[in-house]
């Protein structure tokens, strides 16, 4: 078993920067593809960003790229999601999530092909 584990979210004006973590327990976390996603009120859960297991592959969702950057430190068992130049649109809860890989070097985008998920972290952007 894998439990996730966000920190960083809060409530930031327009324009502003906030970085999440993810911390993994288990001793298997460098096997992991990872991602992040968000939720907002009345929407669907929708992909923001993915990192391979060795971190050498990421895959950005349109709406983030250029501003958020997802990294990982395998040493550490983290993840994490610098946002830049944040917008309102951006509000929502952000989760982070995980599956064991099998030696893949893929990153995945699909909420059904991630296993493990985290309780999610509250970020806020002001207009």
């Known amino acids: 078993q894998v439990q996730l584990v966000e920190s960083g979210g809060g409530l930031v004006q327009a324009g502003g920067s906030l970085r999440l973590s993810c911390a993994a327990s288990g001793r298997t976390f460098s096997m992991f593809a990872m991602g992040w996603f968000r939720q907002a009120p009345g929407k669907e859960r929708e992909f923001v960003a993915a990192?391979?297991?060795?971190?050498?592959?990421?895959y950005y969702a349109d709406s983030v790229k250029g501003r958020f950057t997802i990294s990982r430190d395998n040493a550490k068992n983290t993840v994490a999601l610098q946002m830049n130049s944040l917008k309102p649109e951006d509000t929502a809860i952000y989760y982070c999530?995980?599956?064991?890989?099998?030696?893949?070097?893929?990153?995945?985008?699909?909420?059904?092909?991630?296993?493990?998920w985290g309780q999610g972290t509250q970020v806020t952007v002001s207009s």
């Open positions: 999530a995980g599956r064991n890989s099998y030696g893949s070097t893929n990153y995945y985008l699909r909420t059904y092909e991630y296993d493990y």
């Open positions: 990192i391979n297991r060795s971190g050498g592959s990421t």
